[in-house]
């Protein structure tokens, strides 16, 4: 699926994504100013998050509980400077909890992320809109 949307239709564009086949684990692609934390603020508000959202850039992972108390678990591994130290956090029992991952710079560790996800990939266009591609 492919969408482009602006910030004030960024929650329909959320919903849309949604309501596709998605996996656990969640990896968003973009380059930094992509949106790629505000479209999971978006997605966290659509499954039912109440609490106050935030990039994880400094603790590395927030953890957040949806409408149906599940954990939902975000991750923005930008800061991170090697795959041991991702595994020495536990990042691995996070994506096989069964539980939604969304992570903010999967390349931080390629060999770490399982097989089975879904990928995001987010373009801020010139215009201010963003392309959304859902694979």
């Known amino acids: 699926m492919e969408i482009t949307f602006s910030l004030e239709e960024i929650d329909q564009a959320a919903q849309k994504t949604l309501a596709l086949n998605l996996k656990n684990i969640i990896l968003l692609h973009g ?36 409408s149906d108390d599940k954990p939902l678990y975000h991750f923005d591994l930008y800061r991170l400077n090697s795959e041991e130290e991702a595994y020495d956090m536990g990042i691995d029992e996070y994506f096989y909890s069964g539980n939604l991952c969304l992570i903010e710079w999967p390349e ?21 809109r963003r392309h959304l591609t859902v694979k």
């Open 31 to 66: 380059s930094m100013g992509a949106g790629k934390t505000t479209f999971i603020k978006s997605l966290a508000r659509q499954l039912g998050v109440t609490d106050m959202t935030s990039s994880p850039t400094f603790s590395i992972v927030n953890e957040y509980a949806t």
């Open 108 to 128: 931080k560790t390629p060999n770490l992320i399982p097989l089975d996800h879904t990928s995001l990939t987010l373009k801020a266009l010139p215009d201010g």
